[in-house]
């Protein structure tokens, strides 16, 4: 066997250590590499619900955050009485105030019965533009058993031939029943046109000459 010098020696010594240093290194980099992946997987699984839906906010997350529902838009329609229906019967369901003046107001009771076999329940009466109801039962009404509605027209700023409507909600079938005011109101003259006259500006002379 071929004798060796003591620089081959050296030289055979130095690529062996290089090649141990390579090996080292590479592993170090595959290590690394795994570790990243597993890194990377558990900040996934952390930005994710459990039922796989995106958590908005969190790193990792791909794709549109979960938006959350906006509250309901509260119905404004009066609720209508639970429970078994009757029926409601007016002896007018129309009121003819014939004619007043601009400014009065008009007040007339409508009477009615409860025609059903069942409590009648009014849950509401709410009047169009210009009428009020300050006055409608707020205890059930046996069957059998009437009723009175009060209603107030006011004429105020409304001249001309009128109509207007009070919608009753109730246990009833359909819910709401509708009665009528109308009539026609006569203008007052000079009401509005005092307010409405324009004003004639004094003229003044400074001089005071003739």
């Known amino acids: 066997m071929e004798n060796f010098s003591l620089a081959q020696k050296i030289q055979i010594g130095l690529l062996g250590l290089c090649a141990l240093l ?6 170090g980099v595959f290590n690394s590499s795994d570790s990243d992946l597993r890194n ?3 900040t996934e699984l952390q930005a994710t619900g459990a039922n796989g839906a995106i958590v908005p906010g969190q790193p990792g997350q791909s794709g549109q955050p979960v938006i959350q529902p906006t509250q309901p838009i509260q119905p404004t329609t009066p609720p209508v ?8 019967a007016f002896g007018e369901s129309t009121y003819n105030f014939g004619t ?9 009771i409508y009477k009615f019965k409860n025609s059903g076999n069942e409590p009648l329940i009014i849950s509401n009466a ?18 059998g058993k009437s009723g009175e509605i009060k209603v107030v027209f006011d004429s105020k700023g409304k001249a001309g031939k009128q109509s207007k409507t009070v919608t009753i ?3 009833t079938d359909p819910a709401t029943t509708t009665i009528n005011i109308e009539g026609e109101v006569l203008k007052v003259a000079g009401a509005a046109d005092a307010t409405s006259k324009p004003v004639t500006p004094i003229q003044v002379n400074p001089g005071g000459g003739k």
């Not at 390579?22 to 592993?27: E, H, R, T, V």
């Not at 007043?100 to 007339?108: I, L, M, P, R, T």
């Not at 169009?128 to 039962?137: E, I, L, N, R, Y």
């Open 100 to 108: 007043v003046s601009e400014g009065e107001k008009v007040e007339h």
């Open 40 to 42: 990377q997987a558990a």
């Open 169 to 171: 909600t109730a246990n």
């Open 22 to 27: 390579l090996i080292a290194q590479l592993s």
């Open 81 to 88: 009485p639970s429970g078994p229906k009757t029926k409601m």
């Open 126 to 143: 709410q009047g169009s533009c210009g009428c009020t109801v300050p006055q409608w039962p707020k205890e059930p009404i046996a069957p």
